[in-house]
C-alpha cells in the first residue's frame, strides 16, 4: 500500500531523448494547425470537435452516445429508452465542462492547473450534471454499490486490475506533491509537453476519485495544453486517439504502473522506462492527431469537399438533414466556399457571391440556415459557416464513425 509520495517518483522521465524530439515535432504540427483557417472558422470547428471529444471521452469509458445522438441532445431532443437519454446527459455534461474549463482559464491565466482544488473543480463541474445513475459505482469484490459525491476525494482504497492507489487518508499529501512538481510554469522549452504527458499517468496513478479518474485526467491534460498555451490546440484533441488505440493506451498506463526493474531503470520507486514508454505513446497519439487533422483542415481539400457535398445534394445522392430535405443548387457551393474562407459575410455579399437573381439566392440562403450549413447570430446578421452532424462526415470524413459502435 502507497503511503509517501516518494513512491510515485519519477514524475518526468530520464534519459529519453526522443521524448523531447516528439514533443518539437507535436507543438510544430498543432501551430501550424492554427494558420490553415480563418480564425471565424477555426472556432467553429473547434465548436464540432468538442462533441467530438465528448463521444470520444465517453467512448474510453464504454459509453456510446454518437455525435448526432449529442447534437440531438443540445437541442433538448433526448431518447425515450432512460439508458440512452442518460448518455446523452453524460455527453452535454462532458461539453459543459470543457466550456468551463476554457473560460476559467482565460479568467484565471495564473492558476495552477495541477492544484488539487483545480482537479476537484474539474470532478465536480462534471459530475454535477449526471443522472444519479450514472453516479452509481459497484465494488467488483463485494457487489457493493456507492454514489460518487462530485469533487469530493475518495474515502477508500481502490484496486485497478493489479494497481493499488494510495492510501486514501494520504491523498492530500500525494495531491500536494503532484501539484508542486507539475504546477504551471514549472517547466521551460519543450518540457511542459512532456511534463503533461507524465503528469496525465501520475493523476491516473494517485487515482484521487472513488470514480472518473479517467475522464478527469483527460479533462486536466486539455487543460494543460490550453494553459502552456499549445497553438492549434482545440482543433485536434487528444481523447480521439485515445478512443482509437484503447487497448494500447490501458496497456501504456500498466506499464508506467510497474516497480523500478532494476539499477538501469531510473533512480525513482517507479519505473522510469515504464513512465518514458507511456509518454513517448502519448506523444505519438498526439502528432497522430495533429497530422490526422492537419489533411482534414487543409483549405484546397476542405474547399474541394464543401463542392463536392453541394453536388451529391444536388444530385440526390447524398442525403439532406431530414428525409424530405429539398437538394441544394449548386451556386450553394459558392457560397459556402466563400464563407468559409472569409469567417463571416453580410447576408448581401453572400447573395452577390452566388451570381443567381435575388429571390432565387434568398430563397437558398434560407436553405443554408434552416439547415445549419449557416448560422448567424441575428435575423439579418452576418453568417458564418456551419458543421452540423449531418453534413461533418462529409467535409471531414473518418472524424468520427458514421455508425454507432457496438
Excluded at 495541477?114 to 463485494?142: G, I, K, S
Excluded at 459556402?336 to 429571390?359: F, H, K, P
Aim: glycine share 8%; with cysteine.
Amino acid at each position: 500500500m502507497f503511503d509517501q509520495p516518494t513512491q510515485m517518483e519519477p514524475l518526468l522521465p530520464t534519459g529519453a531523448r526522443d521524448l523531447d524530439d516528439l514533443a518539437r515535432e507535436v507543438v510544430a504540427r498543432s501551430a501550424a494547425l492554427g494558420g490553415q483557417l480563418h480564425p471565424i472558422t477555426q472556432g467553429t470547428v473547434t465548436e464540432l470537435l468538442r462533441w467530438i471529444n465528448s463521444y470520444y471521452s465517453n467512448l474510453i469509458e464504454g459509453h456510446s452516445t454518437h455525435p448526432v445522438d449529442i447534437e440531438r441532445a443540445m437541442r433538448e431532443d433526448y431518447a425515450r429508452d432512460p439508458a440512452k437519454r442518460d448518455l446523452q446527459v453524460e455527453s452535454l455534461a462532458h461539453i459543459h465542462c470543457q466550456r468551463e474549463l476554457e473560460a476559467r482559464l482565460d479568467a484565471e491565466p495564473g492558476i495552477n492547473t495541477a492544484d488539487c482544488d483545480f482537479l476537484l473543480w474539474l470532478h465536480r463541474t462534471f459530475y454535477a450534471r449526471l443522472p444519479d445513475r450514472l453516479r452509481e459505482v459497484r465494488d467488483e469484490d463485494t457487489g457493493e454499490v456507492a454514489t460518487v459525491a462530485p469533487g469530493a476525494l475518495r474515502q477508500r482504497e481502490v484496486r485497478v486490475g493489479r494497481h493499488v492507489g494510495p492510501r486514501a487518508e494520504r491523498l492530500g499529501a500525494f495531491l500536494e506533491r503532484f501539484a508542486s512538481f507539475y504546477r504551471t510554469g514549472a517547466f521551460h522549452g519543450i518540457t511542459p509537453l512532456v511534463a503533461a504527458a507524465a503528469a496525465h499517468h501520475r493523476l491516473m496513478w494517485i487515482h484521487p476519485f472513488l470514480d472518473g479518474n479517467g475522464r478527469v485526467a483527460r479533462l486536466y491534460t486539455d487543460a494543460c495544453f490550453r494553459h502552456l498555451p499549445l497553438r492549434g490546440y482545440g482543433l485536434w484533441n487528444v481523447s480521439r486517439g485515445l478512443a482509437r488505440r484503447r487497448s494500447d493506451y490501458m496497456a501504456a498506463l500498466t506499464w508506467a504502473d510497474a516497480p523500478r526493474r532494476n539499477d538501469h531503470d531510473g533512480r525513482g520507486n517507479l519505473s522510469d522506462e515504464g513512465l518514458a514508454r507511456f509518454c513517448r505513446f502519448f506523444l505519438e497519439v498526439c502528432l497522430d492527431q495533429c497530422v490526422f487533422m492537419g489533411g482534414m483542415l487543409r483549405l484546397d481539400t476542405l474547399l474541394d469537399r464543401v463542392e463536392g457535398y453541394v453536388q451529391g445534394r444536388a444530385l440526390k445522392v447524398l442525403p439532406g438533414p431530414t428525409p424530405d430535405a429539398a437538394p441544394l443548387k449548386r451556386e450553394a457551393s459558392y457560397m459556402l466556399q466563400e464563407v468559409l474562407l472569409r469567417g463571416e459575410m453580410a447576408r448581401g455579399d453572400v447573395l452577390r457571391v452566388s451570381g443567381m437573381a435575388e429571390r432565387t439566392g434568398r430563397d437558398l440562403l434560407a436553405q443554408l440556415l434552416q439547415e445549419g450549413l449557416l448560422v448567424s447570430d441575428s435575423p439579418k446578421g452576418r453568417v458564418r459557416l456551419g458543421i452540423p452532424t449531418h453534413v461533418a462526415g462529409a467535409l471531414l470524413p473518418d472524424l468520427y464513425p458514421a455508425q454507432v459502435l457496438a
